[in-house]
């Protein structure tokens, strides 16, 4: 199975600020990544596919990049709103993989 | 609109098996596969599997087979996962969600609490 290393665990940052979220696969995808956003009670909800293809309706402060085995989330001018966890999955071999979460918080 | 409803909440002993429901509606349940996936506050979220809608195909995850198993009703849009001989460590939050490795999980289920314990 294709191991996702996502970091930080855990991130705290305030208002207005930019964040990235990273994730690490353990060979290379091919740019099949996803990320999701999950709020607390809620499904996950996917933000970002193909690596840096914004998903409908999600706010154009939030952008993926990487290839390879290197990824990133990029939350920028952060919103009380982005107060989440965030995943990883691969999506470029079965079983679809996903990484640990970062749970992101208002300083 | 798109949606997936699951059904309610499960408690079990163990030893018992339980069937899970996910009813499509807003799409042609045909054209997308259907993923099945495990959320615990250890273990994050595991991918179980999926199932082709059409033909009723599965591809399941080494870690779950065995476990799980995944089943449509095309008549009805539902699919469903029936979890066998229940541990304490299969309790979780259980997903469904549309799509698989080409097309990524825009939609998913509300979710359904499986508690096992005696």
């Known amino acids: 199975d294709i191991q996702m290393t996502q970091s930080p665990a855990s991130l705290s940052a305030s208002l207005g600020e930019t964040v990235t979220i990273e994730c690490l696969a353990s060979?290379?995808?091919?740019?099949?990544l996803a990320w999701y956003q999950q709020k607390p009670g809620k499904s996950p909800q996917l933000l970002i596919y193909y690596a840096n293809s914004l998903n409908d309706g999600v706010p154009s402060r939030f952008s993926g990049s990487g290839s390879g085995t290197q990824y990133s989330l990029k939350i920028n001018s952060l919103q009380s709103e982005d107060v989440s966890i965030y995943f990883c999955q691969q999506n470029y071999d079965s079983p679809y993989t996903f990484g640990a979460g970062t749970k992101l918080e208002l300083k | 609109q798109v949606q997936l409803q699951q059904s309610g909440a499960e408690l079990a002993k163990p030893g018992s098996s339980v069937k899970i429901s996910c009813k499509a509606s807003g799409y042609t349940f045909t054209s997308y596969y259907i993923s099945w996936i495990k959320q615990t506050t250890g273990q994050g979220l595991e991918y179980i599997g999926y199932?082709?809608?059409?033909?009723?195909?599965?591809n399941y995850n080494e870690k779950f087979k065995g476990k799980a198993t995944l089943t449509v009703d095309k008549s009805s849009s539902t699919a469903f996962m029936q979890l066998s001989s229940l541990t304490p460590d299969d309790s979780a939050v259980y997903y469904c969600?549309?799509?698989?490795?080409?097309?990524?999980?825009?939609?998913w289920g509300q979710g359904t609490l499986v508690t096992v314990s005696s």
């Open positions: 060979e290379d995808i091919y740019s099949n």
């Open positions: 969600a549309r799509g698989t490795g080409y097309n990524p999980l825009a939609y």
């Open positions: 199932i082709n809608t059409g033909s009723g195909g599965t």
